[in-house]
């Protein structure tokens, strides 16, 4: 059974099709530009029931496009026992925490040991088909080296019925982070700055979009002129001075969206080598060794909430911190009253 996805064109599009249905394609198709072209070279493409046969043709804002996409062939992966560890499983849908270092799903330098790797072999492949023949099962991902929950879809129908709820922006997702500095909404800095607006309670919302960074097509970037809309809700938690926790709730989920939004105001998460340069703490912190060394971004996704597609009950899910992250804030703890910078 095909899925058919209706996209409608934001506001600046690429000149060409293929370009700005990259761009505006709901990130919970999974549908790369390539991919795109090919189906589009397939005749699966369509406005107002004219087939758009060229990845050239062009597009302009508001303009509605259909995209049908089949149904993969059966995925040749390999199944492999990795442990998982399963926080919720029914008949539609699992719940995994999943640990820093495992890749979600395969790609070039990445083609076993990953997440979908696991879930073949747990599940003796029972799962999704829709997110195509290399993310059986996979709804929504976290980066690599970050760590935390996610949902797998076990049936089509949970799959549709979740992507739906990302889609619209309903499910919960909050985020653990250890940043440099201290995000404060009293920072007249933090105020002054482009996207950035301070809401009740002290939450400092950032809103920008989120394009491919100009030179390194492995980063992303803040944009202000087109991208894709993203909206991080920042909070903070814990105050070491030098060091802090925050919570960051997700409002869009773009690649990378919260270690980005976090460098864009000045406090790139700790361990974060994409995005947070050659950033260390003085060492007039005593725990700056642990914080300097720490091996990955101080990342993890604590808490995830969504409809189940089908009973209709809301659940919520949580996680405690990681083992590598308690113990970098045990370390930051463990010197009362030491937060000079």
Same mark, same amino acid.
């Given at each position: ?8 064109i934001g506001e600046n599009p690429p000149a060409r099709l293929d370009k700005a249905l990259a761009r ?6 999974? %549908? ?5 072209? =090919? &189906?589009? @070279?397939? !005749?699966?493409?369509? /406005?107002? $029931?004219? +087939? ?66 696991? %879930? ?5 492949? =029972? &799962?999704? @088909?829709? !997110?195509?023949?290399? /993310?059986? $099962?996979? +709804? ?202």
């Open positions: 059974m095909s899925q058919r996805l209706v996209v409608t505006d394609v709901p990130e919970q198709a999974h %549908l790369s530009r390539s991919r795109l072209a =090919r &189906l589009i @070279g397939e !005749g699966a493409v369509s /406005r107002d $029931g004219r +087939v758009l046969d060229s990845p050239k043709a062009q597009v302009e804002a508001g303009q509605e496009i259909t995209v049908v996409v089949p149904d993969e062939a059966e995925t040749e992966m390999r199944a492999e026992d990795i442990p998982l560890n399963i926080v919720h499983e029914d008949a539609d849908l699992v719940v995994v925490d999943k640990p820093a270092g495992m890749v979600v799903h395969p790609a070039p330098g990445s083609p076993s040991g990953t997440l979908v790797n696991a %879930l073949l072999h747990h599940f003796d492949g =029972r &799962l999704s @088909g829709v !997110g195509g023949e290399k /993310r059986p $099962g996979i +709804v929504h991902r976290i980066d690599k080296d970050t760590s935390g929950l996610l949902v797998v879809a076990k049936t089509d129908r949970a799959h549709h019925g979740l992507a739906e709820q990302f889609a619209a922006h309903s499910v919960m997702r909050e985020y653990l982070a250890l940043c440099h500095g201290v995000p404060s909404p009293s920072d007249p800095r933090m105020a002054g700055m482009k996207g950035v607006h301070i809401e009740g309670n002290g939450i400092i919302r950032i809103s920008s979009g989120l394009a491919r960074h100009p030179t390194d097509r492995q980063r992303q970037a803040v944009t202000f002129d087109g991208g894709r809309h993203a909206v991080t809700r920042v909070r903070l938690q814990r105050d070491w001075g030098a060091v802090a926790m925050v919570t960051c709730r997700l409002e869009t989920g773009r690649t990378h969206q919260i270690r980005v939004h976090m460098r864009h105001v000045g406090h790139p998460l700790v361990g974060d080598q994409t995005y947070g340069g050659q950033r260390r703490v003085s060492v007039r912190l005593r725990a700056a060794e642990a914080v300097n060394q720490f091996a990955r971004q101080a990342l993890h996704a604590r808490e995830l909430g969504f409809v189940h597609p089908g009973s209709g009950e809301r659940m919520i899910f949580t996680s405690r911190l990681p083992i590598d992250l308690q113990g970098l804030v045990d370390e930051l703890d463990d010197v009362p009253g030491d937060t000079n910078a």
